[in-house]
């Protein structure tokens, strides 16, 4: 589907990436999607460390830290998920678990790929459920994310990673979430599905020059 689909994105603005990769660049993985394969059927970008991986196949941030770091030896452009769970969320420890997973899941990767990287924050507990964070939150979360990257390899690299939210997005919030405080695109899930409502997601993303 990855190749098919960059052949019918030929000569628009549309780039096509995948959903998961595995760390290995070969070897005895069976079923297991390589990045080189991806960019060989022509891919851009890797999605990476969504809750779900993390939640039902129980990837570590160590893993996932070797797929970023193999994403970018491949020439993909990580997209690197984090975000807390609702008992963290309740319990006031947003911060410290964004922290970690960007710390732990970037950690060893030079400064100079700073730009080749994506951060897309997803609070665990507004995925697909309905209920998504509050403008106020995110950017909150959003700046924090920007300060924790800035430790890690300055303000200047910092701010060349664009950071996305991602949680029950619709047509009806989106406008919001792109208009609010350090979030520079979205990511969008159950309402990719629908043909209608993605169009309509993106068409505001055009308007305001973000990414979807």
């Not at 193999?70 to 997209?79: I, M």
């Not at 303000?155 to 405080?181: D, H, M, R, W």
């Not at 629908?194 to 990414?211: A, D, H, M, V, W």
């Amino acid at each position: 589907a990855i190749q098919a689909a960059k052949q019918r994105a030929q000569d628009t603005p549309v780039i096509i990436g995948a959903q998961n990769m595995n760390d290995a660049s070969e070897g005895a993985f069976t079923g297991e999607v390589a990045g080189q394969m991806l960019k060989d059927a022509g891919a851009s970008f890797v999605i990476l460390g969504h809750s779900e991986r993390r939640r039902y196949f129980q990837e570590s941030n160590e893993f996932i830290n070797r797929k970023v770091k193999r994403a970018l030896e491949c020439g993909l452009q990580p997209v690197l998920c984090v975000g807390e769970s609702y008992e963290d969320h309740q319990n006031n420890l947003v911060h410290e678990v964004v922290k970690a997973e960007i710390e732990e899941c970037l950690a060893g990767v030079d400064k100079k790929d700073a730009e080749s990287i994506v951060l897309s924050y997803e609070p665990i507990w507004a995925i697909g459920t309905g209920l998504p964070a509050t403008p106020e939150v995110v950017s909150d979360v959003h700046h924090y994310c920007r300060e924790v990257l800035a430790e890690l390899w300055g303000k200047t690299e910092a701010k060349k990673v664009p950071i996305l939210y991602g949680g029950s997005v619709n047509p009806n919030n989106a406008a919001e979430f792109l208009q609010t405080a350090d979030v520079d695109g979205l990511l969008i899930g159950t309402a990719s599905l629908q043909p209608e409502s993605f169009t309509k997601i993106i068409s505001l993303c055009q308007n305001t020059s973000t990414k979807v």
